[in-house]
């Protein structure tokens, strides 16, 4: 059974920055394409980056393009970083994972994924 655990949630001041690590429980992480998706109150889960199995490629939402990155190691822990931080950046941010080619396209809907973890709140003050 995969199991993904999200950390690095918190408070954050507008203007600053996040550092979001998420690890999988699976053996076959490098099969793998990981996801970051949030959700703020009263919204729907949206797509926020994507990272290939080998991490060659990346994909981000309009939202936070320019000013996030989506990493990974070898191992099992896949990072999301984003700074100039707002308040509508306030969400539960969830990692996810799916079985994926390198060379597939990216996923970027909820529907595509089959691994979820619990997520990690962050909250952005004015």
């Known amino acids: 059974q995969v199991q993904l655990v999200e950390y690095g949630g918190g408070l954050v001041q507008a203007g600053g920055s996040l550092r979001l690590s998420c690890e999988a429980s699976?053996?076959?992480?490098?099969?793998?394409?990981m996801g970051w998706f949030r959700q703020a109150p009263g919204q729907d889960r949206e797509f926020v980056a994507s990272?290939?199995?080998?991490?060659?490629?990346a994909e981000f939402a309009d939202g936070v393009k320019g000013r996030s990155g989506i990493s990974r190691d070898y191992e099992r822990t896949v990072y999301f970083e984003m700074n100039g931080l707002k308040p509508e950046d306030t969400a539960v941010y969830y990692c996810a994972g799916t079985s994926r080619d390198e060379s597939s396209p990216l996923p970027r809907l909820r529907d595509e994924y089959d691994y979820w973890g619990k997520g990690t709140r962050v909250t952005v003050s004015s």
């Open positions: 699976i053996r076959t992480f490098l099969r793998l394409s």
């Open positions: 990272i290939s199995p080998n991490g060659g490629r």
